[in-house]
């Protein structure tokens, strides 16, 4: 006959232990943190970048509703705020569209041919050096 040589220490040692510690815990949870961390740094100047970039895509389409309608009779000679303007009231341009992604109004200036539409940027005041305006305020 065999002899059982089990002992409590082997059934109740280090190997038969379920879980973890507190301590295990806590390391993965700071591991994890310094990812986030990481992670969330690296795509902020990314997230920013496309704001911008998308809020100045915006001001180019509705320049380029304003000078495509400057020439219909309605709208000839007039400046770019009148027609932009005209162009809400009409439902050509949506009302969401006159804010950027900032949510700040958008600043339209210039004649109906050549729109210059503004945007005050992220610090959401107009005459700063984030201020965002469509292409065609560079023309000559």
Same mark, same amino acid.
């Given at each position: 006959?065999?002899?059982?040589?089990?002992?409590?220490?082997?059934?109740?040692?280090?190997?038969? %232990?379920?879980?973890?510690?507190?301590?295990?815990?806590?390391?993965? @949870? /700071?591991?994890?943190?310094?990812?986030?961390? /990481?992670?969330?740094?690296? *795509?902020?100047?990314r997230?920013?970048?496309?704001?911008?970039?998308?809020? @100045?895509? %915006? @001001?180019?389409? *509705?320049? +380029?509703?304003?000078?495509?309608?400057?020439? +219909?009779?309605?709208?000839?000679?007039?400046?770019?705020?009148? *027609?932009?303007?005209?162009?809400?009231?009409?439902?050509?341009?949506?009302?969401?569209?006159?804010?950027?992604?900032?949510g %700040? +109004? /958008?600043?339209?200036?210039?004649?109906?041919?050549?729109?210059c539409?503004?945007?005050?940027?992220?610090?959401?005041s107009?005459?700063?050096?984030?201020?965002?305006?469509?292409?065609?305020?560079?023309e000559?």
């Amino acid at each position: 006959m065999k002899k059982n040589t089990t002992t409590l220490a082997g059934t109740f040692g280090r190997n038969s %232990q379920r879980g973890m510690t507190l301590i295990e815990i806590m390391i993965v @949870l /700071v591991i994890m943190g310094m990812i986030i961390g /990481v992670v969330t740094f690296g *795509i902020m100047p990314r997230f920013k970048k496309a704001k911008k970039k998308t809020t @100045l895509m %915006q @001001l180019n389409k *509705i320049a +380029e509703l304003i000078r495509e309608n400057s020439m +219909e009779p309605e709208y000839a000679g007039k400046p770019a705020k009148a *027609i932009f303007d005209g162009l809400i009231a009409d439902g050509t341009i949506q009302k969401k569209m006159t804010r950027d992604n900032y949510g %700040q +109004e /958008v600043r339209v200036e210039g004649d109906g041919d050549r729109p210059c539409i503004i945007s005050a940027g992220a610090d959401k005041s107009f005459g700063g050096a984030d201020d965002i305006r469509s292409d065609s305020c560079d023309e000559d």
